[in-house]
């Protein structure tokens, strides 16, 4: 059975301050791991990364696949009150049709 | 837009009535996808769907079926509702094609069973 552990569970900081969320993962066959954003209500898209792409930026955003430690992390730089959110990450295998979750990082950010 | 159209968006109900969730797309994307979602448990599969009449089960299946008569609408049924099944759920297609990556997400339908 496929397993995603995100840590912290929560998370509070300030305007400015940089954030580091982790995740690591146990699954048969890893295929790709993706992160994402969710505010109030759906889950949004930010990354995936797989064996051939291992490290993803986009804006203050960016993320890194360990293969060897099976682990991810995703970094916020300068972080702003719109990046409060609960912020997932997820595994699928190859063959696999199918995204298995963590329970997800809550981050507060305070102005 | 994946355009995902989940009905109803909210609905309470009491223990042991039966219930329907809609899920609808309107771009023909073969796979779809029904989580749960609960606090501290992240998202979990319930059931997909990899085309018309084709389902298959998620690690959350129990009380819970699925039909797809249709390629735009993947229906969840609670045969019996329970207490245990108060949740949002969220629909979700797949985009790439072969069931993988990317998923878009609906905005969910909060339940809640009295």
């Known amino acids: 059975e496929d397993k995603v552990v995100q840590s912290p569970l929560s998370l509070v900081v300030h305007e400015g301050d940089t954030v580091t969320l982790n995740c690591s993962y146990e699954?048969?066959?890893?295929?790709?791991l993706l992160w994402y954003k969710q505010e109030k209500k759906a889950p949004t898209f930010l990354f995936m990364l797989t064996s051939s792409g291992i490290e993803k930026k986009s804006g203050r955003l960016s993320s890194i696949l360990d293969k060897k430690e099976l682990s991810s992390i995703l970094n916020i730089t300068a972080t702003q009150t719109g990046d409060s959110a609960i912020y997932l990450c997820?595994?699928?295998?190859?063959?696999?049709?199918?995204?298995?979750f963590g329970g997800g990082t809550r981050l507060m950010v305070k102005p | 837009d994946a355009g995902i159209t989940q009905s109803p968006r909210h609905k309470v109900t009491e223990t042991g009535t039966p219930v329907t969730l809609r899920c609808h797309q309107t771009e023909n994307h073969r796979y779809m996808y029904w989580y749960r979602q609960d606090p501290g448990h992240g998202l979990r599969l319930i059931h997909y769907?990899?085309?018309?009449?084709?389902?298959d089960k998620g690690e959350v299946s129990d009380g819970y079926s699925v039909s797809r008569s249709k390629t735009e609408d993947f229906l969840l049924t609670l045969e019996s509702a329970t207490s245990s099944q108060t949740s949002v759920y969220f629909c979700a297609i797949s985009v790439s094609g072969v069931g993988t990556g990317e998923l878009f997400f609906g905005e969910g339908s909060r339940l809640t069973v009295l």
């Open positions: 769907s990899y085309g018309v009449k084709d389902t």
């Open positions: 699954v048969t066959n890893f295929r790709s």
């Open positions: 997820a595994v699928e295998r190859n063959a696999g049709n199918m995204l298995t």
